[in-house]
C-alpha cells in the first residue's frame, strides 16, 4: 500500500476535500459511546477544575457529543446553557459582557471556580485532546496500523516530564495512552501526538 493509499484509508473524504485540513475532512470513526464518555471522563478528571459528580460529568459528555468531528470551540463551551446576567458576573468579579452560561459554572469546583474563565479554556482543550487521539488511534486500527510513533509536545511549555520520556518511541496502537498523558502537568497546553508507522498488516 502507498502512503498515499494508506492517508485515505485514513482521512477519508480527502479527494472530495483537496485535503484541506479542516476537522470536517476526518471522517467519524467507529468510537463506541462508551469509549468516548470513558476519554472524556479521563480529560475532566485530569484537568482537576471539575466536582466529582455526575451532572458534572453529563454536561461535558452533552457539550462535547460531537467533537472533533463538528469541533466544538471553546466560546461555545463558555455559552452553552443560560447565560449569567450582569449582577452575576460582577459577583464573580469578571466583566458585564463575559459569556459565561451557569451551567459550565456548576461544574466548577472550588480550584475551577476560582477561575472560570480560564477553567474552561483548560477543561475544553484537555477534553479535545483526549478525544482527538481516541479518533486518531480508531482510525488507525481501521487501516490496519498497528504501531504508532510518540511525538512529544514541542508548545511554548515543553513537554511534560513522562511526554519527553516518550518522545520517539513506539507504541502498540491497541495499548496506546489517551493523551495528554496521565502525568501530565500542562494538559491545556499538551501538543503530544501519534504517528502512523507504516508496518501496515496486508493480509
Not at 12 to 39: F, L
Not at 52 to 80: G, I, N
Not at 162 to 176: E, L, T
Request: charged fraction near 20%.
Amino acid at each position: 500500500m502507498t502512503v498515499l493509499g494508506w492517508l485515505k484509508r485514513v482521512f477519508r473524504g480527502g479527494e472530495k476535500s483537496g485535503w484541506a485540513a479542516t476537522p470536517g475532512s476526518i471522517v467519524q470513526s467507529a468510537t463506541s459511546s462508551r469509549d468516548k464518555a470513558e476519554a472524556i471522563s479521563y480529560a475532566v478528571n485530569l484537568s482537576g477544575l471539575v466536582k466529582c459528580e455526575p451532572d458534572a460529568m453529563a454536561f461535558y459528555e452533552s457539550a462535547f457529543a460531537d467533537h472533533p468531528e463538528r469541533f466544538l470551540t471553546y466560546k461555545e463551551l463558555r455559552k452553552r446553557g443560560d447565560l449569567l446576567d450582569p449582577v452575576a458576573l460582577k459577583a464573580l468579579g469578571l466583566r458585564s459582557n463575559v459569556k459565561l452560561s451557569k451551567q459550565l459554572l456548576a461544574t466548577l469546583n472550588e480550584a475551577g471556580a476560582d477561575d472560570p474563565i480560564n477553567s474552561a479554556n483548560v477543561i475544553g482543550l484537555t477534553i479535545s485532546t483526549a478525544l482527538c487521539t481516541l479518533r486518531d488511534l480508531e482510525n488507525f486500527k481501521s487501516a490496519g496500523v498497528n504501531d504508532a510513533v510518540f511525538c512529544a509536545s514541542n508548545m511554548a511549555a515543553g513537554p511534560c516530564g513522562a511526554a519527553a520520556k516518550m518522545d520517539r518511541n513506539s507504541v502498540r496502537v491497541s495499548k496506546a495512552p489517551l493523551l495528554p498523558l496521565g502525568s501530565c502537568s500542562h494538559p491545556d497546553q499538551c501538543s503530544c501526538r501519534y504517528l502512523a508507522s507504516f508496518a501496515v498488516d496486508r493480509a
